[in-house]
Protein backbone atom coordinates (compact mmCIF):
# COMPACT_ATOMS: atom_id res chain seq x y z
CA UNK A 1 0.00 0.00 0.00
CA UNK A 2 1.12 4.03 -0.54
CA UNK A 3 2.69 5.20 2.45
CA UNK A 4 0.74 8.52 3.99
CA UNK A 5 0.53 11.48 1.88
CA UNK A 6 -0.11 15.05 2.20
CA UNK A 7 -1.24 17.08 -0.95
CA UNK A 8 1.92 19.37 -2.27
CA UNK A 9 0.50 21.78 -3.55
CA UNK A 10 0.53 25.37 -1.62
CA UNK A 11 -3.00 26.43 -0.54
CA UNK A 12 -4.01 29.40 0.67
CA UNK A 13 -4.79 29.75 5.00
CA UNK A 14 -8.77 29.97 4.39
CA UNK A 15 -10.02 26.67 3.74
CA UNK A 16 -11.93 25.65 0.30
CA UNK A 17 -15.95 26.53 0.54
CA UNK A 18 -17.70 23.21 0.33
CA UNK A 19 -20.91 24.21 -1.92
CA UNK A 20 -23.06 23.77 1.11
CA UNK A 21 -21.29 25.61 3.64
CA UNK A 22 -20.15 29.50 3.57
CA UNK A 23 -17.45 30.94 5.76
CA UNK A 24 -18.69 33.42 8.37
CA UNK A 25 -18.47 37.58 8.39
CA UNK A 26 -15.30 39.11 9.42
CA UNK A 27 -14.94 39.82 12.55
CA UNK A 28 -16.55 43.36 13.76
CA UNK A 29 -13.85 44.87 15.86
CA UNK A 30 -10.20 44.66 16.05
CA UNK A 31 -10.65 42.90 19.16
CA UNK A 32 -12.25 39.69 18.02
CA UNK A 33 -10.24 39.79 15.00
CA UNK A 34 -8.30 36.30 14.54
CA UNK A 35 -4.72 35.75 15.23
CA UNK A 36 -2.29 33.84 12.85
CA UNK A 37 -0.01 31.40 14.66
CA UNK A 38 1.77 29.21 12.23
CA UNK A 39 0.03 30.44 9.52
CA UNK A 40 -3.30 29.27 10.38
CA UNK A 41 -6.67 30.29 11.02
CA UNK A 42 -9.44 28.59 12.45
CA UNK A 43 -12.86 28.83 10.21
CA UNK A 44 -16.36 28.27 10.60
CA UNK A 45 -18.46 27.25 8.03
CA UNK A 46 -22.48 27.57 7.60
CA UNK A 47 -24.35 24.86 5.65
CA UNK A 48 -27.52 25.60 3.44
CA UNK A 49 -28.45 22.51 1.38
CA UNK A 50 -31.47 20.89 2.25
CA UNK A 51 -32.16 17.65 3.23
CA UNK A 52 -32.48 14.59 0.64
CA UNK A 53 -33.75 11.29 2.38
CA UNK A 54 -34.03 8.27 0.87
CA UNK A 55 -36.50 5.71 1.68
CA UNK A 56 -37.10 5.44 5.76
CA UNK A 57 -40.74 4.60 7.29
CA UNK A 58 -42.76 7.28 7.68
CA UNK A 59 -43.14 7.73 11.30
CA UNK A 60 -43.36 11.37 13.60
CA UNK A 61 -42.58 10.45 17.37
CA UNK A 62 -43.63 12.93 19.69
CA UNK A 63 -40.00 12.74 20.75
CA UNK A 64 -36.44 11.74 21.48
CA UNK A 65 -36.68 8.28 23.49
CA UNK A 66 -34.83 5.14 24.30
CA UNK A 67 -35.43 1.73 26.07
CA UNK A 68 -38.73 0.18 26.50
CA UNK A 69 -40.33 3.58 25.38
CA UNK A 70 -38.41 3.30 22.66
CA UNK A 71 -39.96 0.01 21.96
CA UNK A 72 -43.51 0.76 22.70
CA UNK A 73 -43.44 4.03 21.00
CA UNK A 74 -42.57 2.45 17.10
CA UNK A 75 -45.39 -0.45 18.24
CA UNK A 76 -46.68 -2.16 15.21
CA UNK A 77 -43.94 -0.34 13.01
CA UNK A 78 -40.71 -2.44 14.62
CA UNK A 79 -40.71 -4.67 11.57
CA UNK A 80 -40.44 -1.34 9.34
CA UNK A 81 -37.84 0.29 11.10
CA UNK A 82 -35.76 -2.66 11.87
CA UNK A 83 -35.88 -4.01 8.17
CA UNK A 84 -34.24 -0.48 6.99
CA UNK A 85 -31.48 -1.29 9.39
CA UNK A 86 -31.16 -4.55 8.69
CA UNK A 87 -32.84 -6.25 11.56
CA UNK A 88 -34.69 -8.76 12.97
CA UNK A 89 -38.24 -7.05 14.80
CA UNK A 90 -36.86 -9.20 17.83
CA UNK A 91 -33.58 -7.78 17.39
CA UNK A 92 -34.46 -4.58 17.15
CA UNK A 93 -36.39 -4.60 20.24
CA UNK A 94 -33.62 -6.75 21.76
CA UNK A 95 -31.28 -4.07 21.70
CA UNK A 96 -33.42 -0.32 22.16
CA UNK A 97 -34.30 -2.30 25.90
CA UNK A 98 -30.52 -3.39 26.42
CA UNK A 99 -28.13 -0.64 25.03
CA UNK A 100 -29.59 2.69 26.79
CA UNK A 101 -27.13 4.39 24.54
CA UNK A 102 -29.05 4.13 21.36
CA UNK A 103 -31.72 6.48 20.93
CA UNK A 104 -34.93 6.71 18.38
CA UNK A 105 -35.25 10.19 17.27
CA UNK A 106 -38.56 11.73 16.18
CA UNK A 107 -38.45 9.93 12.59
CA UNK A 108 -37.47 6.74 14.61
CA UNK A 109 -34.07 7.17 13.52
CA UNK A 110 -31.21 5.57 15.25
CA UNK A 111 -28.71 7.08 16.72
CA UNK A 112 -25.87 6.69 20.00
CA UNK A 113 -25.61 9.32 22.67
CA UNK A 114 -22.03 8.17 23.78
CA UNK A 115 -21.77 8.22 27.57
CA UNK A 116 -19.15 9.93 29.13
CA UNK A 117 -16.77 7.26 30.35
CA UNK A 118 -13.76 9.22 30.85
CA UNK A 119 -12.02 8.85 34.46
CA UNK A 120 -9.13 11.29 34.99
CA UNK A 121 -7.47 8.86 37.55
CA UNK A 122 -7.58 6.24 35.00
CA UNK A 123 -6.55 8.79 32.32
CA UNK A 124 -3.48 9.13 33.53
CA UNK A 125 -2.50 5.72 33.51
CA UNK A 126 -3.84 4.77 29.67
CA UNK A 127 -1.63 4.11 27.31
CA UNK A 128 -0.56 6.39 24.00
CA UNK A 129 1.46 4.04 21.70
CA UNK A 130 1.43 0.39 21.23
CA UNK A 131 4.45 0.47 19.02
CA UNK A 132 7.06 2.72 20.85
CA UNK A 133 8.21 4.26 24.31
CA UNK A 134 9.88 6.81 22.77
CA UNK A 135 6.94 8.35 20.70
CA UNK A 136 8.09 10.68 17.24
CA UNK A 137 7.61 14.24 17.03
CA UNK A 138 4.87 15.06 14.55
CA UNK A 139 5.47 13.65 11.26
CA UNK A 140 4.60 16.71 8.76
CA UNK A 141 5.71 20.96 9.02
CA UNK A 142 3.15 22.27 10.92
CA UNK A 143 1.61 24.19 7.56
CA UNK A 144 0.80 20.84 6.47
CA UNK A 145 -1.48 19.80 9.38
CA UNK A 146 -4.86 20.71 7.20
CA UNK A 147 -3.65 19.17 3.62
CA UNK A 148 -3.47 15.67 5.16
CA UNK A 149 -4.46 12.69 3.56
CA UNK A 150 -4.09 8.79 3.53
CA UNK A 151 -5.83 7.66 0.60
CA UNK A 152 -6.15 10.83 -1.84
CA UNK A 153 -7.27 8.93 -4.97
CA UNK A 154 -10.23 6.92 -3.10
CA UNK A 155 -13.91 7.07 -4.03
CA UNK A 156 -14.30 7.64 0.01
CA UNK A 157 -13.46 10.21 2.27
CA UNK A 158 -13.80 10.81 5.88
CA UNK A 159 -12.98 14.06 6.67
CA UNK A 160 -11.95 15.04 10.44
CA UNK A 161 -12.59 18.85 11.08
CA UNK A 162 -10.76 20.48 14.08
CA UNK A 163 -11.81 23.95 12.22
CA UNK A 164 -15.65 24.27 13.42
CA UNK A 165 -18.61 24.86 12.15
CA UNK A 166 -21.70 27.21 11.82
CA UNK A 167 -24.80 24.04 11.40
CA UNK A 168 -28.32 24.89 10.00
CA UNK A 169 -31.09 23.21 8.67
CA UNK A 170 -29.41 20.10 10.23
CA UNK A 171 -30.52 16.79 12.58
CA UNK A 172 -28.39 18.39 15.67
CA UNK A 173 -30.19 21.75 15.14
CA UNK A 174 -33.42 20.70 14.68
CA UNK A 175 -33.25 18.53 17.64
CA UNK A 176 -31.34 20.45 20.01
CA UNK A 177 -31.71 24.28 19.14
CA UNK A 178 -35.39 24.50 17.65
CA UNK A 179 -34.13 25.01 14.53
CA UNK A 180 -31.38 27.82 15.16
CA UNK A 181 -27.91 27.40 13.74
CA UNK A 182 -24.94 26.06 16.13
CA UNK A 183 -22.16 28.03 15.93
CA UNK A 184 -19.60 25.13 16.92
CA UNK A 185 -16.45 26.78 17.29
CA UNK A 186 -13.06 25.21 16.62
CA UNK A 187 -10.95 22.80 19.08
CA UNK A 188 -9.27 24.47 21.03
CA UNK A 189 -6.64 23.48 23.79
CA UNK A 190 -4.29 26.32 24.24
CA UNK A 191 -6.76 28.71 25.26
CA UNK A 192 -6.68 30.63 22.08
CA UNK A 193 -10.05 29.99 20.29
CA UNK A 194 -8.84 31.71 17.04
CA UNK A 195 -5.74 29.90 16.17
CA UNK A 196 -3.66 26.91 16.35
CA UNK A 197 -0.83 26.72 17.80
CA UNK A 198 2.19 24.26 17.66
CA UNK A 199 1.40 22.02 20.35
CA UNK A 200 -2.56 21.65 18.76
CA UNK A 201 -0.86 21.09 14.84
CA UNK A 202 0.72 18.48 16.44
CA UNK A 203 -2.17 16.91 18.49
CA UNK A 204 -3.87 17.13 15.62
CA UNK A 205 -1.50 15.16 13.07
CA UNK A 206 -1.22 12.45 16.07
CA UNK A 207 -4.88 12.01 16.05
CA UNK A 208 -5.06 11.93 12.07
CA UNK A 209 -2.17 9.39 12.29
CA UNK A 210 -4.15 7.33 14.52
CA UNK A 211 -7.70 7.00 13.05
CA UNK A 212 -5.74 6.52 9.59
CA UNK A 213 -4.54 3.17 11.01
CA UNK A 214 -7.99 2.18 11.69
CA UNK A 215 -9.16 2.47 9.04
CA UNK A 216 -5.75 1.84 6.53
CA UNK A 217 -7.75 -1.72 5.55
CA UNK A 218 -10.00 -0.29 3.48
CA UNK A 219 -10.49 1.63 0.34
CA UNK A 220 -11.04 5.48 2.42
CA UNK A 221 -9.19 8.91 2.64
CA UNK A 222 -8.62 10.23 6.22
CA UNK A 223 -8.35 13.74 5.76
CA UNK A 224 -7.63 17.11 7.43
CA UNK A 225 -8.28 18.96 4.26
CA UNK A 226 -11.76 20.08 4.01
CA UNK A 227 -13.38 18.37 0.86
CA UNK A 228 -15.64 19.93 -1.69
CA UNK A 229 -19.20 19.20 -1.14
CA UNK A 230 -19.43 16.38 -4.12
CA UNK A 231 -16.93 14.40 -2.03
CA UNK A 232 -19.02 14.18 1.03
CA UNK A 233 -22.15 14.56 -0.23
CA UNK A 234 -24.04 11.32 -2.10
CA UNK A 235 -26.54 13.03 -4.40
CA UNK A 236 -27.98 9.43 -5.38
CA UNK A 237 -27.70 5.97 -5.04
CA UNK A 238 -25.55 6.18 -8.31
CA UNK A 239 -23.23 8.56 -6.57
CA UNK A 240 -19.92 6.75 -6.14
CA UNK A 241 -17.89 9.83 -4.44
CA UNK A 242 -19.39 10.14 -0.88
CA UNK A 243 -18.16 9.84 2.51
CA UNK A 244 -18.99 11.25 6.09
CA UNK A 245 -17.52 14.25 8.46
CA UNK A 246 -16.95 13.96 12.04
CA UNK A 247 -16.76 17.65 13.51
CA UNK A 248 -14.22 17.89 17.09
CA UNK A 249 -15.95 20.96 18.73
CA UNK A 250 -16.12 21.55 22.04
CA UNK A 251 -20.32 22.20 22.26
CA UNK A 252 -21.64 19.31 24.73
CA UNK A 253 -22.89 21.59 26.64
CA UNK A 254 -25.41 22.53 23.91
CA UNK A 255 -26.19 18.77 23.15
CA UNK A 256 -25.89 16.60 26.59
CA UNK A 257 -23.00 15.02 28.83
CA UNK A 258 -21.59 12.64 26.30
CA UNK A 259 -18.43 11.72 24.54
CA UNK A 260 -20.11 11.95 21.62
CA UNK A 261 -23.37 11.42 19.20
CA UNK A 262 -24.05 9.44 15.59
CA UNK A 263 -26.35 8.39 13.58
CA UNK A 264 -26.90 4.82 12.35
CA UNK A 265 -25.64 3.19 8.83
CA UNK A 266 -25.77 7.16 6.97
CA UNK A 267 -22.30 6.98 5.72
CA UNK A 268 -23.86 5.65 2.17
CA UNK A 269 -27.10 7.74 2.71
CA UNK A 270 -27.70 10.59 0.03
CA UNK A 271 -27.85 14.15 1.35
CA UNK A 272 -26.22 15.56 4.46
CA UNK A 273 -29.20 15.95 7.47
CA UNK A 274 -27.76 13.39 9.05
CA UNK A 275 -23.96 14.30 9.05
CA UNK A 276 -21.28 15.86 10.73
CA UNK A 277 -21.11 12.83 13.53
CA UNK A 278 -19.96 14.79 16.74
CA UNK A 279 -17.16 14.52 18.95
CA UNK A 280 -16.75 16.22 22.02
CA UNK A 281 -13.36 17.02 23.24
CA UNK A 282 -13.60 18.60 26.42
CA UNK A 283 -15.46 15.62 27.23
CA UNK A 284 -12.68 13.46 26.62
CA UNK A 285 -9.59 15.38 28.62
CA UNK A 286 -8.50 16.77 24.74
CA UNK A 287 -6.66 13.47 24.93
CA UNK A 288 -5.00 12.54 21.55
CA UNK A 289 -6.25 9.09 22.03
CA UNK A 290 -9.29 9.37 23.31
CA UNK A 291 -10.58 11.93 20.40
CA UNK A 292 -8.76 9.40 18.05
CA UNK A 293 -10.74 6.54 19.44
CA UNK A 294 -14.30 8.65 19.76
CA UNK A 295 -13.60 9.60 16.04
CA UNK A 296 -13.09 6.07 14.80
CA UNK A 297 -15.94 5.12 17.29
CA UNK A 298 -18.50 7.67 15.91
CA UNK A 299 -17.70 6.90 12.37
CA UNK A 300 -18.23 3.16 12.92
CA UNK A 301 -21.78 4.38 13.89
CA UNK A 302 -22.33 6.68 10.57
CA UNK A 303 -21.22 2.69 8.98
CA UNK A 304 -23.51 0.85 10.87
CA UNK A 305 -21.86 -0.52 13.56
CA UNK A 306 -23.26 -1.17 16.95
CA UNK A 307 -21.99 -1.02 20.13
CA UNK A 308 -19.54 -4.08 22.00
CA UNK A 309 -21.02 -5.31 24.57
CA UNK A 310 -21.53 -7.57 26.94
CA UNK A 311 -24.29 -10.28 27.95
CA UNK A 312 -24.71 -9.16 31.67
CA UNK A 313 -25.66 -5.62 30.26
CA UNK A 314 -22.98 -3.24 30.02
CA UNK A 315 -23.32 -1.32 26.67
CA UNK A 316 -19.66 -1.43 26.52
CA UNK A 317 -17.39 -3.69 27.14
CA UNK A 318 -13.97 -2.22 28.69
CA UNK A 319 -11.26 -5.29 27.13
CA UNK A 320 -9.22 -7.32 28.30
CA UNK A 321 -5.34 -7.75 29.27
CA UNK A 322 -4.09 -4.69 26.50
CA UNK A 323 -6.81 -5.21 24.06
CA UNK A 324 -10.70 -3.63 23.41
CA UNK A 325 -12.65 -3.63 20.92
CA UNK A 326 -13.37 0.00 19.18
CA UNK A 327 -17.08 -0.44 19.13
CA UNK A 328 -16.75 -0.82 22.46
CA UNK A 329 -14.64 1.01 25.79
CA UNK A 330 -11.18 1.28 23.99
CA UNK A 331 -10.19 4.31 25.70
CA UNK A 332 -7.86 2.73 28.17
CA UNK A 333 -6.23 -0.23 26.54
CA UNK A 334 -2.90 -0.47 23.77
CA UNK A 335 -4.21 -2.49 21.64
CA UNK A 336 -7.76 -1.55 20.04
CA UNK A 337 -9.31 -3.83 16.56
CA UNK A 338 -12.14 -3.87 14.67
CA UNK A 339 -14.26 -7.02 16.01
CA UNK A 340 -16.96 -9.79 15.99
CA UNK A 341 -17.20 -10.45 19.53
CA UNK A 342 -14.58 -13.10 20.11
CA UNK A 343 -14.32 -12.29 24.02
CA UNK A 344 -16.53 -14.12 26.69
CA UNK A 345 -20.04 -12.78 27.41
CA UNK A 346 -20.07 -10.45 24.10
CA UNK A 347 -23.48 -9.51 23.40
CA UNK A 348 -22.67 -8.80 19.40
CA UNK A 349 -21.02 -11.05 17.18
CA UNK A 350 -21.58 -9.42 13.89
CA UNK A 351 -18.71 -9.17 11.49
CA UNK A 352 -17.45 -5.64 11.81
CA UNK A 353 -15.43 -5.98 8.41
CA UNK A 354 -18.32 -7.15 6.68
CA UNK A 355 -20.62 -4.86 7.90
CA UNK A 356 -18.50 -2.06 7.07
CA UNK A 357 -18.08 -3.09 3.35
CA UNK A 358 -21.99 -2.94 3.24
CA UNK A 359 -22.22 1.01 3.69
CA UNK A 360 -19.92 1.42 0.84
CA UNK A 361 -16.18 0.80 2.49
CA UNK A 362 -14.40 -1.80 0.40
CA UNK A 363 -11.18 -3.28 1.40
CA UNK A 364 -8.17 -1.25 -0.36
CA UNK A 365 -6.45 -3.53 -3.81
CA UNK A 366 -4.05 -5.64 -2.12
CA UNK A 367 -0.52 -4.16 -3.41
CA UNK A 368 1.77 -7.13 -3.01
CA UNK A 369 1.03 -11.20 -3.67
CA UNK A 370 1.50 -14.10 -1.74
CA UNK A 371 3.54 -16.50 -3.90
CA UNK A 372 6.61 -16.34 -5.33
CA UNK A 373 5.71 -15.84 -8.83
CA UNK A 374 3.28 -12.35 -7.49
CA UNK A 375 6.30 -11.50 -4.62
CA UNK A 376 6.99 -7.99 -4.79
CA UNK A 377 10.75 -7.02 -4.92
CA UNK A 378 12.13 -4.93 -1.78
CA UNK A 379 13.87 -1.82 -3.02
CA UNK A 380 17.85 -1.91 -2.53
CA UNK A 381 20.07 0.64 -2.18
CA UNK A 382 23.36 -0.86 -1.49
CA UNK A 383 22.96 -3.15 1.20
CA UNK A 384 19.85 -1.71 2.54
CA UNK A 385 16.58 -2.20 1.99
CA UNK A 386 13.04 -1.50 2.18
CA UNK A 387 9.28 -2.02 1.49
CA UNK A 388 5.60 -0.99 3.20
CA UNK A 389 2.43 -2.27 2.83
CA UNK A 390 -0.85 -2.57 4.79
CA UNK A 391 -2.47 -6.39 5.94
CA UNK A 392 -6.02 -5.53 4.82
CA UNK A 393 -7.71 -9.19 5.80
CA UNK A 394 -7.32 -11.83 8.44
CA UNK A 395 -5.95 -13.84 5.62
CA UNK A 396 -3.86 -11.70 3.85
CA UNK A 397 -0.30 -12.21 3.72
CA UNK A 398 2.26 -10.05 1.84
CA UNK A 399 4.99 -11.34 0.04
CA UNK A 400 8.39 -9.44 -0.76
CA UNK A 401 11.62 -11.26 -2.10
CA UNK A 402 15.34 -10.22 -3.09
CA UNK A 403 18.94 -11.60 -3.71
CA UNK A 404 21.33 -12.13 -1.00
CA UNK A 405 24.53 -12.68 -1.19
CA UNK A 406 26.15 -15.52 0.91
CA UNK A 407 26.46 -13.51 4.74
CA UNK A 408 23.96 -12.14 7.34
CA UNK A 409 20.59 -10.39 6.72
CA UNK A 410 18.86 -8.79 9.55
CA UNK A 411 15.27 -7.39 8.87
CA UNK A 412 12.59 -5.39 10.81
CA UNK A 413 9.07 -4.83 9.98
CA UNK A 414 7.54 -1.77 12.02
CA UNK A 415 3.70 -1.16 12.49
CA UNK A 416 2.46 1.97 12.24
CA UNK A 417 4.30 4.44 13.95
CA UNK A 418 2.43 6.54 16.24
CA UNK A 419 -0.18 3.43 17.01
CA UNK A 420 -0.64 0.23 15.32
CA UNK A 421 -3.75 -2.43 15.42
CA UNK A 422 -0.99 -4.80 13.19
CA UNK A 423 0.48 -7.86 15.55
CA UNK A 424 3.37 -9.02 13.21
CA UNK A 425 4.30 -12.21 12.06
CA UNK A 426 7.40 -12.38 9.89
CA UNK A 427 9.02 -15.11 8.63
CA UNK A 428 12.15 -15.42 6.16
CA UNK A 429 12.00 -18.55 3.45
CA UNK A 430 13.95 -19.78 0.75
CA UNK A 431 12.93 -20.25 -2.55
CA UNK A 432 10.88 -23.76 -1.54
CA UNK A 433 9.00 -22.44 1.25
CA UNK A 434 11.39 -23.36 3.81
CA UNK A 435 11.47 -21.29 6.88
CA UNK A 436 14.81 -20.11 7.84
CA UNK A 437 14.26 -17.24 10.42
CA UNK A 438 11.02 -16.12 12.63
CA UNK A 439 10.67 -13.39 14.61
CA UNK A 440 9.02 -13.70 18.06
CA UNK A 441 6.51 -11.40 18.39
CA UNK A 442 4.67 -10.14 21.76
CA UNK A 443 2.02 -7.65 21.37
CA UNK A 444 1.92 -5.06 19.00
CA UNK A 445 5.64 -3.92 18.20
CA UNK A 446 8.61 -4.28 15.86
CA UNK A 447 9.21 -7.61 14.78
CA UNK A 448 13.35 -8.49 13.74
CA UNK A 449 15.08 -11.37 12.51
CA UNK A 450 18.57 -12.31 12.13
CA UNK A 451 19.77 -14.75 9.75
CA UNK A 452 22.79 -16.49 8.00
CA UNK A 453 22.58 -17.18 4.63
CA UNK A 454 23.96 -19.34 1.90
CA UNK A 455 22.58 -16.55 -0.79
CA UNK A 456 19.74 -16.95 -3.39
CA UNK A 457 16.55 -15.76 -3.78
CA UNK A 458 14.72 -15.39 -0.46
CA UNK A 459 11.15 -14.57 0.80
CA UNK A 460 9.80 -12.08 3.59
CA UNK A 461 6.47 -13.32 4.35
CA UNK A 462 4.08 -11.09 6.50
CA UNK A 463 0.74 -11.51 7.84
CA UNK A 464 -1.24 -10.08 11.36
CA UNK A 465 -1.91 -12.72 13.79
CA UNK A 466 -3.19 -12.95 17.26
CA UNK A 467 -2.20 -13.71 20.94
CA UNK A 468 -3.06 -15.97 23.44
CA UNK A 469 -7.43 -16.60 23.94
CA UNK A 470 -9.36 -14.81 22.46
CA UNK A 471 -12.05 -15.26 25.07
CA UNK A 472 -10.59 -14.00 28.32
CA UNK A 473 -7.11 -12.96 27.79
CA UNK A 474 -5.67 -11.76 23.80
CA UNK A 475 -7.29 -11.48 20.50
CA UNK A 476 -7.20 -13.43 17.16
CA UNK A 477 -6.29 -12.16 13.77
CA UNK A 478 -9.56 -11.13 12.80
CA UNK A 479 -8.91 -7.25 13.65
CA UNK A 480 -5.00 -7.34 13.44
CA UNK A 481 -5.18 -5.29 10.11
CA UNK A 482 -3.01 -2.39 8.96
CA UNK A 483 0.13 -0.59 8.22
CA UNK A 484 4.12 -1.59 8.54
CA UNK A 485 7.31 -0.41 7.19
CA UNK A 486 10.57 -2.79 6.33
CA UNK A 487 13.94 -1.85 6.84
CA UNK A 488 17.14 -3.59 6.92
CA UNK A 489 20.45 -5.08 5.39
CA UNK A 490 21.58 -7.81 3.24
CA UNK A 491 25.43 -8.38 2.30
CA UNK A 492 26.56 -5.81 -0.32
CA UNK A 493 27.26 -6.89 -3.89
CA UNK A 494 30.14 -5.83 -6.32
CA UNK A 495 29.24 -7.19 -8.93
CA UNK A 496 31.82 -7.63 -12.26
CA UNK A 497 30.11 -8.58 -14.60
CA UNK A 498 27.81 -11.13 -16.58
CA UNK A 499 29.02 -14.23 -14.55
CA UNK A 500 25.49 -16.14 -15.45
CA UNK A 501 25.64 -15.13 -18.95
CA UNK A 502 22.21 -14.32 -19.59
CA UNK A 503 22.74 -10.80 -21.04
CA UNK A 504 21.97 -8.92 -18.07
CA UNK A 505 24.60 -7.56 -15.03
CA UNK A 506 22.67 -8.17 -12.12
CA UNK A 507 22.95 -9.09 -8.34
CA UNK A 508 22.37 -12.65 -9.50
CA UNK A 509 25.75 -12.23 -10.95
CA UNK A 510 27.08 -11.66 -7.62
CA UNK A 511 25.60 -14.42 -5.72
CA UNK A 512 27.32 -17.09 -8.68
CA UNK A 513 30.56 -15.23 -8.01
CA UNK A 514 30.35 -15.12 -4.19
CA UNK A 515 28.97 -18.98 -3.89
CA UNK A 516 31.78 -19.77 -6.59
CA UNK A 517 33.99 -18.53 -4.31
CA UNK A 518 33.24 -20.67 -1.39
CA UNK A 519 33.12 -23.61 -3.23
CA UNK A 520 29.61 -24.09 -3.19
CA UNK A 521 29.20 -24.24 -7.30
CA UNK A 522 31.50 -24.74 -10.17
CA UNK A 523 31.45 -22.59 -12.97
CA UNK A 524 31.80 -22.79 -16.72
CA UNK A 525 35.17 -21.53 -18.04
CA UNK A 526 33.47 -18.52 -19.41
CA UNK A 527 32.11 -17.98 -16.43
CA UNK A 528 35.00 -18.00 -14.63
CA UNK A 529 36.73 -15.50 -16.88
CA UNK A 530 34.30 -13.28 -15.39
CA UNK A 531 34.54 -14.76 -11.83
CA UNK A 532 37.88 -13.85 -11.21
Sequence with gaps: MNRFTQ??????IVLLSWLFLSTPSRPSSAQDKPVIKQGIIKQTY???TPNTPQTFPDLKLSRHTQ?????????????????????????LSDLLRKDKTLWLDKKARL???????????????????STSTALAAAPFAPE??????????????????????????????????????????????DGNPLAFGPAELER???IWQRVAEDFSPFDVDITTEQPLADRITRTNTADEYYGTWVLISPISSLIGNYGGIAYVGIFDYTGNYYKPALVFPEKL?????????????????????????TTSGAAYYNGHGSWAPIMGNSYYKDITQWSKGEYSGANNTENELALIQSHGLNYAADAHGNSTGTASALVINGNAVSGQGVIEQDADMDLFKFASLPGTVQLTVNPAARTSNLHLKVELKDSNGTVLAAAAVKGILPATLTASLPGGTCYLSIEGTGEADPLTTGYSGYGSLGQYYISGTIPSAIIYGDASGDGAVTIYDAILVARYSVGQITLTAQQETVAK
Excluded at 111 to 129: G, V
Excluded at 285 to 309: M, P
Aim: proline share 5%; charged share 15%; with cysteine.
Design 285 to 309: LNSEKYIAEAITHETGHNLGLYHQG
Design 111 to 129: HFREKNMIDPAQAAAAPLS
Design 67 to 91: GIDAVAALSNRIPEVAAWYGRSSQG
Design 46 to 48: KKT
Design 204 to 206: IQF
Design 144 to 189: QTFLLHSKPTSKRVIYLDFNGAALSNCVWTDAYTNGQPITAPAWDM
Design 7 to 12: ISRITS
